[in-house]
Structure formats: C-alpha cells, structure tokens
Nanobody, 124 residues
Framework: QVQLVESGGGLVQAGGSLRLSCSVS????????LGWFRQAPGEEREFVAA????????FYADSVKGRFTISRDNAKNTAYLQMDSLKPEDTAVYYC?????????????????WGQGTQVTVSS
C-alpha cells in the first residue's frame, strides 16, 4: 500500500524559508511523478509544483515560480519542496501526491495517492 507522509511545516515570518519533505513508501516511488498542492481555509486545492519521475522536468504555479523549488531523491524515496521568500498568502495546508507517470502532472484529479498534509503559516 502506498503511503505518503509530509513533514517540515510550521510558523515562519514573511520573507523566511521552510523545506517540506514527503516520504513515500509502498514501492512505487521511482515510477511516480510527484506533486505538491496546497489548500487554504475556504479555498479549493491549488497546484503548487510537480516533478517528473526522473526529476529532470519540473513545473510550477506562477504564484510560486522563482521562490519555490521541487526536488526528489529517488534513493531516499523522498520529495522536497524548498520554499523561500515566503509570503502570508502562502499560508495553507500543503499536500504531496503521487501518480504513476513519467511526466509532471498538474491536475490534482490525476493523482492516486495523497499525504495527510502539513500546515504552513506565514506571519506578516
């Protein structure tokens, strides 16, 4: 059974940084594209970033481009989201997700497996 566990969330001041991790178990990590999504209270789930199975291709939402970096370590079955220059509007629960795909996937409806989420709060 595939399981995803996020960690690294917390409270940070505007302009600060956080690094989220997503540990994946269940044997499908190396065959999966991975994505990060976020959801603020009262809002719909929003795409943040995605990475291909090999790690060679990435895609970002315009709102985070240049500030966030998605990466993966296939030897550790772990994906990361480095978040720099954080803004109060980045406050949300952040989720990682996995789908059996070679290319990055933007549409949350395509993902098969999700983590439980980690809270990120950015104070002004």
């Amino acid at each position: 059974q595939v399981q995803l566990v996020e960690s690294g969330g917390g409270l940070v001041q505007a302009g600060g940084s956080l690094r989220l991790s997503c540990s994946v178990s269940g044997g499908t990590f190396s065959r999966s594209a991975l994505g990060w999504f976020r959801q603020a209270p009262g809002e719909e789930r929003e795409f943040v970033a995605a990475i291909s199975r090999s790690g060679g291709s990435t895609f970002y939402a315009d709102s985070v481009k240049g500030r966030f970096t998605i990466s993966r370590d296939n030897a550790k079955n772990t994906a990361y989201l480095q978040m720099d220059s954080l803004k109060p509007e980045d406050t949300a629960v952040y989720y990682c997700a996995a789908v059996l795909s070679i290319r990055p996937v933007v549409d949350h409806r395509m993902y098969d497996h999700w983590g439980q989420g980690t809270q990120v709060t950015v104070s002004s």
